[in-house]
């Protein structure tokens, strides 16, 4: 069965400053990985993934996401915060097939709080 | 753009009551998801459905039923509502035409159960 950890249930950045929010994974075979987002009240929004290729993928809103296939990690990047990329991130994986490819796995999330 | 709506933002409900939260989806995707979100629990997979008629047990499926008689519908189903069940719901769509598409998300219905 796969699984998302996200060690950091809080980030505190000062605005301007880079940020980077963690995430590893497990799971059998190549791994489908994704950001999403989640503001106040609202549903999820998709932010990047990856799927095979460079292993530095770009995403919406100037974020960046570096998959580390020996450390089995995709943490998220940005190099300069913005108060209003402060939210609720989602880091989730699924197998690129066989069973459990159409189930995505989900952290626990990690909320970002851009100081201004 | 994908377009997910939920029947409703806010529902609350009291024990015992059976709940219907409706999904629908305008892109004519085959897969369809429920998960609900727990703060500290992040998003756990309730039931999803490959396909009109076709659904899966997800990871937490108990006390819970779901329907999916037409394409851009998947409705979840609380036969009978208790307070455990109190939680934000998030449903999500998906075409698998392409093997890579990501999941889209409604707005989610946060439903209170007294």
């Known amino acids: 069965a796969q699984s998302v950890a996200q060690p950091e249930d809080q980030v505190n950045v000062a605005e301007g400053n880079p940020l980077t929010v963690k995430c590893t994974y497990s799971?059998?075979?190549?791994?489908?990985l994704f950001w999403y987002v989640q503001y106040p009240n609202r549903g999820l929004q998709f932010l990047l993934k990856?799927?095979?290729?460079?292993?530095l993928v770009k995403g919406s809103y100037g974020f960046e996401a570096e998959f580390n296939k020996s450390q089995t990690s995709f943490h998220l990047k940005k190099p300069s915060a913005l108060v209003s990329d402060s939210a609720l991130y989602f880091c989730?994986?699924?197998?690129?097939?066989?069973?459990?490819?159409?189930?995505?796995?989900f952290g626990k999330g990690t909320k970002l709080s851009v100081i201004p | 753009d994908v377009k997910v709506t939920q029947s409703s933002r806010y529902l609350v409900k009291r024990t015992g009551e059976k709940v219907f939260l409706e999904c629908v989806q305008d892109m004519d995707h085959e897969n369809m998801f429920w998960y609900r979100q727990d703060p500290g629990l992040g998003l756990r997979l309730i039931y999803f459905s490959y396909d009109v008629k076709m659904k899966e047990k997800g990871d937490i499926p108990e006390g819970y039923s779901v329907s999916r008689e037409k394409k851009e519908r998947f409705s979840l189903i609380l036969e009978s509502a208790s307070t455990n069940q109190t939680s934000m719901y998030l449903c999500?769509?998906?075409?698998?035409?392409?093997?890579?598409?990501?999941?889209?998300f409604g707005p989610g219905t946060r439903l209170t159960v007294l």
């Open positions: 989730a994986v699924r197998p690129g097939s066989g069973a459990g490819s159409y189930q995505l796995t």
């Open positions: 990856y799927i095979t290729g460079d292993n």
């Open positions: 799971v059998s075979g190549n791994p489908y």
């Open positions: 999500a769509s998906r075409a698998p035409s392409s093997r890579y598409n990501e999941q889209f």
